[in-house]
């Protein structure tokens, strides 16, 4: 009588992949949905407040560092990386250049919360001079314990 | 006799769609950013506008101190103290300006929380401060000059 073996049938272990495309999908969704490149990196601690408004897009940025980096001022267009600048003048001259383009131009200031008055009120100055009508000082949301 | 096409099944390769999405997320999470897009904004006066000449006296001074300390028509207040003080004011001549005067050494930080403060005028006291100006170091010493006030 021959042996009939019961032949055992070998299932090939594997991961359920069908799902990861549905996913990753839905995160490139989110991500072009909520894409925006920020246009000034500086690391910063913002000051926190309770009244906090949008502020619009493509506003052209001031940044101060913390005073730890030298409280370097930046200024971007809003739609290019910040650039650097060394002297209150510059700042006078890139925001009269773009008050010149558009008189509503708003300009938005981003510093660190422990940078001394001297360098916001000096930045101020220069948006003032540059008859800047619309600023918008950036800020993080004040929570109930601070 | 009858030959029986081998039929090819037509399919879309799709392999290699993992790798560009996965490298499609990795860019995505690298160049966005949940950046702060929220603040405090205010306007500065039109200067085709009639800007009224404001005598001290005709406004609450606000002065922001290094450390944070504040006085208020120069007397010496708290935080908390301060919308109830200038509510007061505000009761008399609703019209009044906030003067917010920040000393160069104070800290940005010590600034924005008093400008804070300010703008929550209406929901802590009931009362709308119309005006908050915060005139910078050189309008400050340019009114001293004029009044021949040595800064």
Redesign the interface.
Known sequence: MALVRDRVRKSAAGIFTASMADIVFLLIVFFVLTYKVEVDRTKMQLPDTWIRVKVPEKAAVVSIAPPTEGSIIRVSTGEEMSLPVSTDEEVVTFASTLVAQDPNKEFIIKADEDVPYERVDAVLDALKQSKVKYIFLLSDQKTVDQ | MKIKKKEIESEIF?GS??DI??L??IY??I??????????????P??NQDTPEIKQEDSVDVY?MPGGQIQVDGKPIALEGLLPYVADKLKQNPDKPVILR????????????V??EL??APDKVGIEIKTIS?P????IENIWSMLGIAG
Request: aromatic share 12%; proline share 2%.
């Open positions: 799709t769609m993992a999405s996965f499609l997320i995505f999470m160049t966005s950013a949940f950046s702060a897009t929220r603040g405090l904004d205010f306007a500065l039109d200067e922001v920040t000393d160069p050494q104070a800290t940005y930080g010590d600034m924005i929380a400008f804070d703008r929550q915060i910078t170091q050189r309008e």
